[in-house]
């Protein structure tokens, strides 16, 4: 590998750091798949949470999001969602998060 080509852990670090404050309004969090492109240093990762507004008539509804970090401009790519059933949100949230929370606050948050 280059000597300058970034590392897994250096992109997964700079990626926490972005995405933290952004997605700590949906705690908990789950991420449930992330595919690292070094050369490009960025990551694609999906995360599984309770969105306030994403179900028929602006009701809760648990959404699978994906998301592109680029980490050399240090930006953060908002891909698309869609809705994940109950059963398999059920066995998502079985695992440890990604985000943890104490008190899950999803009405409060503001739907972005």
Not at 11 to 37: F, N
Request: proline share 6%.
């Amino acid at each position: 590998m280059p000597e300058d080509m970034v590392t897994i852990n250096e992109i997964r670090q700079k990626r926490d750091a972005k995405v933290h404050d952004h997605l700590a309004q949906y705690a908990p969090v789950w991420i449930v798949d992330e595919v690292y492109l070094l050369e490009e240093e960025a990551v694609q990762f999906n995360v599984v949470f309770m969105h306030p507004t994403a179900g028929p008539n602006g009701k809760p509804s648990w959404v699978n999001r994906r998301y592109r970090y680029d980490g050399f401009n240090n930006v953060l790519y908002h891909k698309g969602q869609h809705r994940v059933d109950e059963d398999t949100a059920v066995e998502i949230t079985e695992t440890e998060p990604y985000i943890f929370t104490n008190v899950a606050d999803v009405p409060n948050s503001y739907g972005g």
